[in-house]
């Protein structure tokens, strides 16, 4: 993938002047910020997502940023309003229709999997009535070129009312996902807290997917949470664990994506996986990993 301008850069073994000469130009400069942001948030988010066994429900919000952004851009607004508000209104569709048709894992899956099914839907329509989305593809897969000052604010802005919101919730919402028969019977709002949660993550999902695609959320909201959760069982160790490694990912497949000819999904996906992999063999192999929590 060449940079505007029709250059060719060329890596070399000074990483540092590599990402010196990648951040002369201002589209890269955009590029890792918004990876920086979009790293913290999916994964201080996706912890949780991982610890409440939810990655169906988050893979589920982030598949309908596609027929999100397509709506928006047939009604000529940004695609990035489209992620949001898709993803916004099938948490609330997650959340919302167990609490009247019944409760259990089954019935939450059932419902995850129809609206994932009736989105994916309503893309395709959008498209066809659209005639081609030229955009299409990066929307799918992910790209780092085109993204602006103005997209990087927004998602700085999305983030930091995430986050905040997580902070206040942290503790009641880790005793909730930890064992939500004790958190109830403390008086812990369990259900109200899995509803918060769920629009949480369908934002956190609409930001991430600007840089991954709507395919490759997992890249950055599950592996280097479930990675990290391989490695420690303490929530502190594990949170910065999960934070740093997604940042690192994502930096280098920055960096991998301005250097090659490769485009960046390959690279996000390819440097969260290696981790998660010798992590797991790892655990196998460490004195007692029997007796070892999830």
Do not use: K
Request: hydrophobic share 60%; charged share 5%.
């Amino acid at each position: 993938m060449l940079p505007a301008g029709g250059l060719d850069p060329q890596l070399t073994w000074n990483l540092v002047e590599d990402v010196r000469t990648a951040l002369e130009y201002p589209f890269m400069v955009n590029a890792f910020r918004a990876g920086t942001v979009v790293a913290v948030l999916s994964g201080l988010v996706g912890w949780f997502m991982v610890l409440r066994r939810q990655t169906f429900a988050g893979h589920t919000l982030a598949v309908v940023g596609f027929p999100g952004a397509a709506g928006a851009v047939l009604v000529g607004v940004s695609a990035a309003y489209g992620l949001f508000v898709f993803a916004v209104v099938a948490a609330l569709l997650i959340a919302l229709v167990p609490a009247v048709a019944g409760q259990g894992f089954s019935q939450g899956s059932a419902v995850t999997g129809t609206v994932q099914a009736f989105a994916l839907a309503c893309g395709f329509l959008f498209l066809s009535l659209y005639g081609g989305f030229e955009g299409a593809y990066a929307l799918l897969f992910g790209s780092f070129l085109g993204i602006t000052s103005a997209q990087v604010w927004v998602l700085v802005a999305v983030a930091a009312s995430v986050l905040g919101a997580l902070a206040v919730l942290a503790r009641p919402l880790l005793f909730a996902s930890v064992d939500p028969a004790v958190a109830a019977a403390r008086g812990v709002p369990v259900r109200s807290l899995s509803f918060a949660f769920l629009v949480l993550l369908g934002l956190a999902a609409a930001s991430v997917s600007q840089i991954t695609g709507t395919l490759l959320v997992f890249a950055l909201l599950v592996v280097p949470a479930a990675t990290a959760q391989t490695l420690t069982a303490r929530p502190s160790t594990s949170l910065v664990i999960t934070v740093v490694l997604g940042v690192t990912v994502t930096w280098l497949a920055l960096l991998g994506g301005y250097y090659t000819a490769y485009p960046i999904g390959f690279f996000l996906t390819t440097f969260a996986f290696v981790p998660y992999v010798l992590a797991g063999g790892w655990r196998r192999l460490r004195p007692g990993s029997r007796r070892a929590p999830r």
